[in-house]
């Protein structure tokens, strides 16, 4: 399972890098960077086991399930946003980045956790 996580982490941070690479350069908004990665099947293997990690875990588990949706959907109003008007807003960037740090350490949590 920590390999499972270690790669969804790595996947999560090459799409992240992506959309900012999107946003920064104001390049065409490519339809593969709205797909989701594989972290979110990684965070449902992990829901999956109770108590594999104690009730800490699996809280940490479900909090980045909220936040890895919450991610992709910050991420697409970031996207469509710059298709509509050609730039971001600062605050549709700010929750981007907002939702994109909390989820980070979500994951970085059960990778000591694990």
């Known amino acids: 399972m920590h390999d499972g996580l270690q790669q969804a982490i790595r996947d999560h941070a090459e799409w992240h890098r992506r959309i900012v690479r999107t946003l920064v350069c104001r390049l065409e908004v490519d339809p593969r960077t709205c797909a989701r990665t594989r972290s979110a099947p990684a965070l449902r293997a992990l829901a999956?086991?109770?108590?594999?990690?104690?009730?800490?875990?699996?809280?940490t588990v479900r909090s980045g399930r909220v936040r890895h949706r919450r991610l992709h959907e910050s991420a697409a109003e970031v996207l469509v946003e710059l298709t509509d008007h050609a730039s971001v807003s600062a605050a549709t960037?700010?929750?981007?980045?907002?939702?994109?740090?909390?989820?980070?350490?979500?994951?970085?949590?059960?990778?000591?956790?694990?």
Do not use: Q, Y
């Not at 999956?48 to 809280?59: C, D, K, L």
């Not at 960037?93 to 694990?114: A, G, I, K, M």
């Open 48 to 59: 999956s086991r109770p108590g594999a990690a104690g009730v800490e875990g699996t809280a």
């Open 93 to 114: 960037f700010d929750r981007f980045v907002e939702h994109s740090v909390r989820l980070r350490v979500d994951l970085d949590s059960l990778r000591t956790t694990w």
